[in-house]
């Protein structure tokens, strides 16, 4: 479904992001992006959603064909919410630049909004929310679409470990109901175990991908599996993985 | 709170209209040197009728020239943001009108321009324009870089993200300039005005000022010069309300 091969990246300035990066995504997949910083995690999403194109191999993608904008969400790592606009107004932003009404998009942006538990927030502002909060809506904002392709840069990076982990929990929920193919991106080792099917561990300078690890734990997960030897062992070896990619021993956040 | 902002401003005022009056009675000033607070009030009783067109006249000029420097600023700035080349064509003379002193350009705009009330507006358009111009422009531009993404992503039409991304980011910006051009439209009128000279019925209070100075009739300045403090006070008021109302959307912005 998603498939990029030997892709190259150079920006104008001459700095090679991505050196002939190859991977796929099946249809319903959750595969996470684990890297250090500056490898070229970000750009990947970025290609897949279509927004830069690559400088040198292919990428298929449903963004790269789909003129309605439906196919493709994107979650950033900052909420990237319009502030001026309450959180039922910033949900229907998609179905609204797709040409939904109100009326018509209500019944399932209540739906949505109840499924991430902000079914009594629908006339808070961003700036009334938490930080999971706010997250939780540009969450909503990316299922209310019901998109083939969830795209996430790190969502969960600047919350506190506690909302973290619920985050983790619920977002195997929301995506498990949707059978769509989710691409995420973190560089904790953690919570790419926790969540995906397959994990790719990516090298910098140029990013390349250097490690494939699956995780053959069924869903659903809940936090019972972080106690597992499973667990602890694919922990273990993709921490290895990535501090061979960091070309450094143990590297301090 | 509240009362205390209301309260303190209208003591220390109270206080120094007192002061002015009890100095002008105990060193008896002449009113033609100092004018008391009551005589300018009685002044300003006595000419009402001349006092009352010319402000009407002034009002006119400051609002008009506030409005098109408000539909020339948003336009401008749009078609700068659009454009960056026009931006780095043209900005260089938008900073040539803001910084050339309109006293200096007045006379000359009199001379061009037959209508004086034409050549009025526009000297105080020139000098209300630009706070709206650079702060719509800085708005315009100021958006989130993801939200442009996501806006790409979802495959929104250039109007789609104009009315529900880059004018809504700008707002807060162009409302702040409009607050500086309000102010900055009146002084502006007033300075045309003064430079103008013109005498007759259909003039400002600016025109009244220099009248009242050659006949050396002080509480008639005075009574002028409340006048457009008070104008210059009422539209800050407004535009402070209106700008409150239409960021009451936004109370991260407000």
């Not at chain 2, 979802?154 to 009315?163: E, H, I, N, S």
């Amino acid at each position: 479904m998603i498939t990029l091969n030997h892709v190259t990246k150079r920006f104008g300035s001459g700095l090679v992001a991505l050196g002939g990066v190859s991977m796929s995504a099946a249809q319903g997949e959750f595969v996470t992006i684990l890297g250090p910083s500056g490898c070229g995690k970000s750009t990947v999403l970025k290609l897949v959603a279509g927004l830069v194109m690559p400088t040198e191999g292919t990428v298929v993608s449903p963004a790269q064909t789909d003129q309605t904008g439906r196919s493709t969400a994107y979650v950033f790592q900052e909420p990237t919410l319009l502030p001026w606009a309450t959180v039922f107004d910033n949900v229907w932003l998609p179905l609204r630049l797709q040409g939904q009404s109100r009326p018509e998009a209500q019944p399932v942006i209540a739906r949505v909004l109840e499924q991430v538990g902000l079914g009594e927030f629908h006339h808070s502002y961003p700036a009334q929310l938490s930080g999971g909060m706010k997250m939780r809506v540009s969450i909503a904002r990316a299922l209310v679409s019901q998109p083939k392709v969830l795209l996430m840069d790190e969502p969960f990076a600047a919350l506190d470990d506690i909302t973290r982990q619920r985050l983790n929990v619920d977002l195997l929920t929301w995506w498990h109901g949707q059978s769509m193919s989710a691409i995420f991106v973190t560089h904790n080792v953690a919570e790419a175990v926790f969540l995906s099917q397959r994990v790719l561990v990516m090298g910098a300078r140029p990013g390349k991908v250097v490690a494939e690890v699956q995780i053959e734990q069924a869903y659903p997960r809940d936090v019972s599996f972080r106690q597992t030897p499973a667990f602890i062992h694919h922990c273990q070896t993709l921490s290895a993985a990535l501090n061979e990619a960091s070309g450094v021993g143990m590297r301090p956040r | 709170m509240k009362l205390g902002n209301i309260f303190l401003p209208t003591a220390v005022c109270v206080a120094l209209l007192l002061g002015w009056e009890l100095f002008v009675w105990w060193a008896q000033v002449p009113a033609y040197t100092l004018p008391a607070p009551s005589a300018v009030i009685e002044s300003l009783v006595a000419n009402w009728s001349s006092l009352a067109g010319s402000w009407w006249f002034t009002v006119k000029i400051t609002l008009s020239a506030l409005g098109l420097a408000c539909l020339g600023g948003v336009l401008i700035a749009s078609v700068f943001a659009l454009s960056p080349s026009t931006e780095r064509a043209l900005f260089p003379l938008a900073v040539v009108l803001q910084v050339t002193p309109i006293v200096a350009v007045a006379p000359l705009m009199l001379i061009y321009i037959e209508s004086t009330m034409a050549a009025l507006l526009l000297c105080a358009w020139i000098v209300a324009f630009f706070p709206i111009l650079s702060n719509t422009v800085i708005g315009l531009r100021s958006i989130d870089k993801n939200l442009l993404d996501l806006f790409r992503l979802y495959r929104a039409t250039p109007w789609q993200r104009l009315a529900l991304l880059r004018a809504p980011s700008a707002l807060p910006y162009f409302l702040a300039g409009v607050k500086i051009s309000g102010g900055l439209s009146l002084i502006g009128a007033v300075t045309a005005e003064m430079v103008a000279g013109a005498a007759g019925r259909d003039t400002g209070l600016a025109s009244r000022i220099l009248e009242a100075s050659f006949r050396t009739e002080t509480p008639k300045m005075f009574a002028a010069l409340l006048l457009l403090v008070a104008t210059g006070v009422m539209v800050f008021l407004i535009l402070n309300f209106l700008s409150r109302k239409l960021l009451v959307q936004q109370p991260s912005l407000e």
